[in-house]
């Protein structure tokens, strides 16, 4: 009995050095040759868990109601100045009109949209053809954006470009406004002029945080 508690007091030692992964031991067994293995779990150590807690400052404490409303639409038109000076952001239309004199057409697919990028633009829009007003589609990508040019202007701001798709050209036309968000899109294609009214936001359609009503 002795012997039996001297190896089992070595074994416990032994065990907290041990690599922290499951240790597999075979042996055979005596009745049918057939090897065994046994298992010996490994303890883990502890995981801590420290909780951060975000403080943010309520600088509209103490403000009266028409304080309150102006401080907010200066913190939208802020936010629509960062997302235009960012250009990194995405264009989705509620409306399309073939200009001049166009029908006006709702859109309630928020998988069209215009993507303006640092280095590229993306294009899936529904176009008009002609007077017969059928439906088309432009849908490319494009790595040619010239003559870019963002202006500040006494409502918003206006952004032009140039984008080449091939031999196609096409010239874009944004105005925002910092007040609504409205944002109107004016694009001359190679066949018509498209005018699409919308709004920006900087996230894609696929992301989860997306929302079409944000």
Known sequence: MKRFFAVGTAFL?????????PQFSVGTSGADSIPQTTIVPVQQPPVRIVERTTVYEEPERGMDRAQRRAYRAKVYAAKIDSLVQ???????????????????????????????????????????????????????????IRDYRAARTQWGWSV??????????????????????????????????????????????NDPRYHRMD
């Open 160 to 205: 032009t470009f140039n984008i080449a798709d091939g031999d196609a050209l096409y010239h874009a036309d944004f105005a925002v406004s910092t007040a609504t968000g409205e944002t109107v899109l004016t694009l001359l294609t190679p066949a018509v002029t498209m005018r699409y009214v919308g709004w920006l936001w900087n996230k894609r359609v």
């Open 13 to 21: 030692l032994a065990c907290p050095v041990v690599a922290q992964s």
């Open 86 to 144: 960012s250009r990194n952001y995405m264009f989705f239309p509620n409306s399309m009109q073939e200009i001049p004199g166009g029908m006006i057409r709702s859109i309630y697919a928020d998988y069209f949209f215009f993507g303006m990028f640092v280095d590229h633009v993306e294009v899936h829009l529904p176009t008009e053809r002609g007077v017969t007003q059928y439906v088309e589609m432009l849908n490319f990508d494009s790595m040619s």
